[in-house]
């Protein structure tokens, strides 16, 4: 028996087999060092990247506590944002398939909130959510929080940067002081550190590295100067020509700046930043993650969340002044055993940053000259896809093999013509090769799908 399987621990037999099922092969990392100690119901404080299994550990954690009997609100995980809540409960829910009759509800803003409350009337073993929503249901009384056992503040950094400061010190009273507590979070700035010593008991700290191997992320650096910072940018495309991107904005502003320049040279290119609403943010993530745009400008803060498992490249049109930023953001391409490109534009002015870079890296950072780039004129990066959305979701009972089902039985569609297909509460997004687009919207105007008819159209 291997010293990192998911044998060596307390887990019952039934939840060994699940997850030899899912495909756990053995524990990552973080999951060897900080498991254990969650299963020994310590607090711990875990510094480790997203992808890193972080999931799992506190998952397998706090599930092992579940008392399935008792329909109170047992564990708590905290998030960022709607799509780390949902990523979260989608993995808390496979790991949990071993425990019989576990009720997972996710709150979160950007949904009406008298269904949430419906549903927590029924009682929950676990809540996934965001701290304003899960603020509203304390204040409402529609969600009581008094038999915790478990609370979990996941990309603790994140919920502090954007603003969750108050809600988290609210939700956090009106817990058990003998809760146990788990935080996790990429960096540890001071603001956390004076977290932790607020709401956790003998903390363990465990620090899993957040860099990559040496060969994994090519990293190149390119200076230049204010007035060519764009055409830069559009240079590193050109001569990379990576399949999809996620470049990297200090400001709302700038992201709706670059988009509209990619925009304009033939490049399929979205914004995500806060000034958003939910439904359009979901859009733009979706259409992301299914290949439907090519490159995706953002903030950090409207980022968090962001889980593409394979990403061509990063590039950071802007350094940022904090190393460990640079290296979360890096962090996002070169996943599962893939190599990773992470491309930056520097000013003269911003060498600083590099230098905190290469000794927070302890190595040299590479630079090329501008004009070492290969470009072309008649450039341009067009995605395969194009997503559909429909009028019918979760609520409806649809599931994605009916979609997948409709599309390839009914309207003639090959399964290889079919992308990704996301399932909300209300609405479904597909994505379908644009060749066979108007194909399948035709389909959705004259047939059914589960014996009804759904209105179908193409986001653009």
Do not use: W
Not at 77 to 94: F, G, I, N, W, Y
Not at 130 to 158: C, F, K, M, N, Y
Not at 347 to 356: F, G
Not at 405 to 413: E, F, H, V, W
């Amino acid at each position: 028996m291997s010293d990192n399987s998911f044998a060596t621990l307390k887990l019952p037999q039934a939840q060994l087999d699940n997850l030899d099922s899912l495909g756990y092969v053995g524990m990552t990392p973080v999951q060897a060092a900080s498991l254990p100690q969650i299963l020994d119901e310590k607090d711990l404080i875990v510094q480790a990247k997203t992808g890193s299994g972080k999931t799992a550990a506190f998952g397998l954690g706090l599930l092992d506590k579940i008392n399935p009997r008792f329909f109170g609100v047992q564990s708590m995980v905290l998030c960022p944002t709607r799509e780390l809540a949902d990523q979260v409960a989608k993995e808390l829910r496979s790991l949990a398939r071993c425990i019989p009759n576990i009720k997972i509800v996710t709150l979160c803003g950007g949904t009406k909130l008298r269904p949430q409350a419906d549903s927590l009337e029924h009682g929950a073993h676990i809540v996934v959510g965001t701290p304003g929503r899960i603020q509203d249901h304390l204040s409402r009384q529609t969600l009581d929080i008094s038999q915790l056992e478990t609370l979990v503040l996941d990309e603790a950094d994140r919920m502090l940067d954007m603003g969750f400061q108050d809600e988290i010190n609210h939700i956090v009273r009106e817990t058990p002081e003998s809760r146990q507590t788990l935080l996790f979070s990429a960096t540890f700035p001071d603001s956390i550190k004076k977290m932790c010593r607020s709401i956790q008991k003998d903390s363990i700290t465990v620090k899993v590295d957040a860099e990559h191997e040496a060969d994994v992320i090519q990293q190149v650096f390119y200076k230049t100067n204010p007035y060519q910072r764009k055409d830069t940018l559009l240079g590193i495309l050109e001569h990379y020509a990576p399949q999809n991107t996620v470049v990297f904005c200090h400001t709302k502003i700038q992201c709706a700046e670059i988009e509209l320049f990619l925009q304009e040279h033939d490049i399929d290119a979205l914004a995500l930043h806060g000034d958003l609403e939910q439904r359009e943010r979901d859009q733009v993530l979706v259409r992301f993650s299914n290949n439907s745009c090519s490159v995706l400008v953002a903030t950090d803060v409207a980022a968090r969340g962001l889980d593409i498992k394979s990403l061509g490249a990063v590039i950071n049109y802007e350094l940022p002044h904090d190393p460990e930023i640079y290296v979360h953001r890096i962090g996002r391409t070169g996943r599962a055993g893939e190599n990773g490109l992470a491309l930056s534009i520097y000013l003269e002015d911003e060498v600083s940053r590099i230098i905190a870079i290469e000794d927070f890296l302890e190595t040299e950072c590479v630079n090329e000259e501008v004009e070492s780039l290969n470009r072309n004129i008649s450039f341009s990066l067009v995605a395969p896809m194009t997503t559909l959305q429909l009028d019918s979701g979760k609520k409806n009972k649809l599931r994605p093999g009916d979609l997948l089902g409709a599309l390839t039985k009914d309207a003639g569609l090959d399964g290889s013509q079919i992308g990704k297909i996301n399932i909300f509460d209300m609405m479904s997004y597909v994505a379908i090769e644009k060749s066979v687009a108007a194909k399948a919207l035709q389909h959705f105007r004259n047939g059914k799908v589960k014996g009804r008819n759904i209105r179908a159209r193409e986001i653009r």
